[in-house]
């Protein structure tokens, strides 16, 4: 167990809608990174926040958002959903230091119909 | 972003030594390369990170040669356990404290009794 918690584990909708995906990161850690894994793609970093402020930027589409909270959770919200949103969402956290591995949560995956 | 590349997919005999290789761009001093296990339907679990030269932990050794245009993820003695993807992580800092985080696109390495 990693200690990490994203909800829900499986979502599925429609083409169009919104979304809102959620990570609990580990005790202590104050980063949280957030992922994309597709079968085409890869593992993608979308986005970083430490702290509560976003702290670097991947290939996160301008549909999509995130934030953190003072509580350190992370949200990432997806909307306008295409078909090709399809995929796994992964969360990790760390302390936020480079030198400090990620530790990764087990992923919501998402389901576009 | 770092570009990366590794072999999509590897086989071993149990009890071998298995050494998966990552190329990547000349990456910085700065700059770090982590290596993660991955399980289906799990997060990928981190096994080993280092800037230079080699680091072993109790797992796994990490080679990383002077031009540093490479990284090697080196497995003693493999089961039928580290049958998984094997991703390798680079981390390029983009200045005030951030790192551009790119996974290479994974190594299937399966164990064979």
């Known amino acids: 167990d990693s200690g990490v918690t994203q909800t829900p584990k499986h979502l599925i909708t429609a083409t169009g809608q919104r979304v809102t995906l959620r990570c609990s990161p580990r005790s202590g850690d104050l980063s949280v990174y957030w992922y994309q894994q597709s079968l085409d793609q890869g593992l993608q970093f979308l986005i970083q926040y430490y702290n509560g402020e976003e702290r670097a930027k991947g290939n996160i589409l301008e549909r999509f958002s995130a934030q953190q909270f003072p509580d350190l959770h992370s949200e990432l919200n997806l909307s306008s959903l295409e078909l090709g949103d399809s995929a796994l969402y992964f969360c990790a956290s760390s302390s936020g230091q480079p030198n400090q591995p990620q530790h990764f949560g087990d992923g919501t995956r998402l389901s576009i119909l | ?113």
């Open chain 2, 1 to 113: 972003l770092a570009k990366t590349t590794q072999p999509i997919s590897m086989d071993s005999y149990e009890g071998q030594e298995v050494n998966i290789t990552c190329s990547h761009n000349n990456i910085a001093t700065n700059d770090y390369i982590t290596w993660y296990q991955q399980f289906p339907s799990q997060g990928p679990r981190f096994i080993i990170q280092g800037y230079k030269t080699k680091v072993t932990n109790e797992v796994a050794s990490l080679f990383i040669p002077a031009d540093r245009k490479s990284s090697t993820l080196s497995l003693p003695r493999v089961s039928l356990s580290d049958t998984a993807v094997y991703y390798c992580l680079v981390g390029v800092y983009s200045g005030a404290g951030s790192y551009q985080l790119t996974f290479g696109k994974g190594t299937k390495l399966s164990v064979i009794p």
